[in-house]
């Protein structure tokens, strides 16, 4: 995996997240940039951490037993429908931006010149159809 070096912090960050494989840049660069992770996984991060501090899957269980459950239990409970982990939504590269592809299309076969104005004004026609 390449890193690259901020200099204004001294840090050094892997340019991929490391959990879903999206392109860290500044406008998705998490608010721990030592983390690798983007901000969309470093916010689910930090929600596996309150899903397991809180015992989400203990009280999902005791719900499903019927068990009446305590004022702190039940005031969890009803923060669960807004945790991502209990509600089974992980952050893929498919499920949020990454930063798109740039296209690059080969002008091998074409009879022009082989000057960046000559591959523009083909890719525009190429574009118009």
């Known amino acids: 995996?390449?890193?690259?070096?901020?200099?204004?912090?001294?840090?050094?960050?892997?340019?991929?997240?490391?959990?879903?494989?999206?392109?860290?840049?500044?406008?998705?660069?998490?608010?721990?940039?030592?983390?690798?992770?983007?901000?969309?996984?470093?916010?689910?991060?930090?929600?596996?951490?309150?899903?397991?501090?809180?015992?989400?899957?203990?009280?999902?269980?005791?719900?499903?037993?019927?068990?009446?459950?305590?004022?702190?239990d039940q005031a969890e409970a009803d923060s669960m429908t807004t945790c991502p982990v209990c509600q089974g939504n992980a952050p893929t590269l498919r499920t949020h931006d990454a930063t798109p592809a740039s296209s690059w299309s080969s002008h091998k076969g074409h009879d022009h010149e082989a000057t960046s104005k000559a591959r523009a004004a083909c890719r525009k026609a190429q574009a118009a159809g």
């Open 1 to 72: 995996m390449t890193t690259a070096r901020y200099a204004t912090k001294g840090i050094t960050m892997t340019k991929n997240c490391h959990d879903c494989g999206t392109r860290i840049t500044s406008r998705n660069r998490a608010e721990s940039p030592e983390s690798g992770l983007c901000d969309k996984c470093y916010d689910y991060a930090g929600w596996e951490n309150t899903h397991s501090d809180w015992g989400h899957d203990r009280i999902a269980a005791l719900i499903a037993a019927g068990v009446e459950l305590d004022d702190q």
